[in-house]
């Protein structure tokens, strides 16, 4: 807690061209700065300071405010989190109120955690370095493992000393609940006894992005067969171990400036990775990788470097977990190291240029990694060679990426001796194959979130210039499936209510969909159409096909029956959803929520265009409340495209 003075100081004192300049370079413009935008990939600088306003807005993607906005936004840190990093730069001290155990009370449950958490951090740190048992044990070991202390105190290394309850019995002393010791994990408690999870074992702190600690590995170093040698937190309300990687905290900001991450086995490997001056390195720490470790590295880069020590046994294991990875769409590469050496030895053994250097010469793409190893396993044996060519169809279907998908399929073309139209259908097969069981398993789910599209309506009612009609394509195509399968079978859902099957119709789904966005053309044949079908739709024998085709209205029949013969409409249709595929009626389920999502983008992105046009006309310097307004809709519109272009892009079939 920092109390209002001295949050006024900061924010006084705080310079938002010195905070900027730490991170981006900038370039004096009249009174203002420019830059590359931190947040964004530019290629020409929109990202403006200015020092008289004492903000900084990027009018590429929006982000925009004070010097705290921008380390929290930059730093990933809360805001008390990026008020103490400013009070650090500006040395200014931070008067926090003392914590009471009364207080620790009143805090939330998941806020007492972390505290808990972080006296522990501080209190296994301190026995470390200045117990008899911890340096004797604990710190020997460290140093006898070749680290040094400055990277000792950096990652807040500590030692749990080797009684049986010496750490709760401290912090039970000092005020912390027990219910608090034991929801992190630190202690274990029974009818009849208490126990220190990590006693006799030196201790890693997991720290999450913001630099907290969340929970702890241990390591045991006295010889017990019976004791695990590594141990972990359990899952707490702070700590899901599937979303957490070991170093994320030093790694981020040089996973981001050299736009790379490398990814090792254990804590010891990112210890000694930082100590040969190398930091954009995390671990998985025993876990095998998971969707959510993928996603947290790519929010710094695209670009993942796994480094595997020489074991085989190793090495297909994490083959298995991989394929997950690249239907991310992160680029996998692989470094093998020599026989007998682990990250950990080998970073020790040499320089941080020879390391990288090694590196960057050994580094193989994923996929022809994979392929040269199953490859060299098979032997000539055709029918495991058959198991072989199809595994790696299936790493190369996941790709979302159409260009890197066909350099890979070349590729694998000739170390495999196939043809390669031969794996081009292999891979349609699977990708077919693979968005069918999305699409049914997405459809319930989005049927739910129906609340929420409706919020995102509301902002999409707002601009569409009248004239020309850019969603012309999206429109007739959806027109047209609409009218020809009005009356079809979509998918079905489960009532949430009554738990009981419903199929939902063509129709209704469309209707539905447009309805809940309120996406209307501008088109006024197009709005009458739609129009009609809203009034008529629940009556028994409505057959839009006849009916629209007797139309009084000169102009809806002509276009209703234009688009039924429409071979240029068709041919999007299905050049979008495989030419494979034999009858139309038979993936409804796959284009009509394909369709109604790229009319969606459509929208989106003219609302964006809109809203950045009306950005460019205000006149810069004098309305910056209405530019904020304006750029928190467009990140608001922004969010809502990428992840239409995300569902896009995962159903893709073909190119
Ligand atoms: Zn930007």
Redesign the pocket.
Same mark, same amino acid.
């Given at each position: 807690m920092i109390d209002q003075a001295t949050i006024d100081r900061i924010m006084d004192t705080a310079d938002i061209v010195e905070v900027v300049e730490d991170f981006v370079s900038l370039k004096k413009r009249g009174v203002n700065y420019l830059g590359l935008?931190p /947040?964004?990939n530019?290629k020409t600088p929109? /990202?403006t300071v200015s020092p008289g306003k004492q903000i900084f807005k990027?009018f590429?993607?929006g982000?925009g405010g004070s010097p705290v906005n921008f380390i929290m936004e930059h730093e990933h840190l809360s805001f008390v989190d990026a008020l103490k990093y400013l009070a650090k730069k500006y040395h200014i001290e931070i008067q926090e109120k003392d914590e009471t155990p009364e207080d620790i009370a009143q805090r939330n449950q998941r806020e007492s955690l972390l505290i808990v958490s972080n006296y522990a951090k501080d209190y296994f740190a301190n026995t470390l370095f200045n117990d008899n048992e911890g340096r004797t044990v604990g710190l020997a070991y460290f140093r006898e493992r070749g680290f040094r202390d400055d990277i000792i105190k950096k990652f807040e290394l500590g030692f749990n000393p080797g009684n049986k309850d010496t750490f709760t019995q401290a912090a039970l002393r000092n005020g912390y609940k027990m219910e608090f010791l034991e929801g992190t994990g630190l202690s274990i408690k029974r009818d009849d006894w208490v126990r220190d999870r990590f006693a006799g074992r030196v201790v890693f702190p997991f720290h999450n992005l913001a630099g907290r600690v969340i929970a702890f590995g241990g390591r045991i170093l006295k010889t017990d067969p019976k004791a695990a040698k590594y141990l972990n937190s359990p899952e707490s309300e702070i700590y899901h171990k599937s979303k957490v990687l070991y170093g994320i905290y030093f790694a981020k900001n040089a996973i981001s400036r050299s736009d790379k991450c490398y990814l090792v086995e254990g804590y010891t490997d990112v210890l000694s990775f930082h100590q040969s001056g190398i930091e954009n390195v995390v671990a998985s720490s025993g876990t095998s990788l998971t969707a959510d470790q993928i996603r947290l590295i790519k929010r710094f880069t695209p670009n993942i470097t796994i480094i595997y020590d020489g074991d085989k046994a190793g090495i297909k294991a994490s083959l298995r977990g991989i394929d997950m990875v690249l239907e991310e769409g992160v680029n996998v590469k692989v470094v093998p190291l020599p026989d007998g050496e682990d990250p950990d030895s080998f970073a020790r053994s040499m320089s941080s240029s020879e390391l990288l250097e090694y590196i960057s010469q050994n580094e193989i793409d994923f996929i022809r990694f994979k392929t040269q190893i199953l490859l060299n396993e098979t032997e000539n044996d055709p029918v495991t060679r058959a198991r072989v060519i199809n595994d790696i169809v299936r790493s190369i279907a996941v790709i979302p990426d159409n260009i890197t998908r066909s350099v890979y399929i070349k590729e694998c073309s000739k170390m495999l001796d196939v043809a390669e139209n031969l794996l081009y259908t292999e891979v349609r097969k699977i990708k077919f194959k693979l968005t069918e069981d999305q699409v049914v398993k997405e459809k319930r789910e989005e049927l739910r979130q129906a609340a929420r599209d409706k919020e995102n309506a509301q902002l999409e009612s707002t601009v569409i210039k009248p004239g020309i009609n850019p969603c012309e394509i999206e429109e007739k195509a959806l027109l047209r499936v609409l009218i020809r399968y009005f009356g079809n079978d979509l998918f079905t859902v489960v009532d949430e209510k009554s738990h009981e099957e419903r199929i939902v119709k063509v129709g209704e789904y469309i209707l539905s969909e447009i309805e809940a966005d309120n996406l209307n053309s501008v088109n006024p044949v197009v709005y009458k159409i739609i129009e009609e079908f809203k009034e008529h739709q629940f009556e028994e024998f409505f057959d839009p096909q006849r009916y629209f085709a007797q139309h009084a209205d000169s102009e809806v029949n002509s276009m209703v029956s234009g688009l039924l013969v429409d071979k240029h409409i068709e041919s999007v249709i299905w050049r979008k959803n495989g030419a494979y595929v034999e009858d139309e009626d038979e993936v409804l389920f796959t284009i009509v929520p394909r369709l109604i999502e790229e009319y969606k983008l459509r929208h989106v992105k003219l609302m964006i265009s809109e809203i950045m046009k009306k950005i460019g006309s205000v006149k810069s310097s004098d309305n910056l409340d209405e530019i904020f307004e304006l750029q928190r809709i467009i990140t608001k519109l922004k969010k809502v495209e990428k992840e239409l272009s995300k569902k896009l892009g995962k159903r893709a079939i073909t190119s």
């Open positions: 935008c /947040f964004h530019e929109s /990202f990027c590429g993607c982000k």
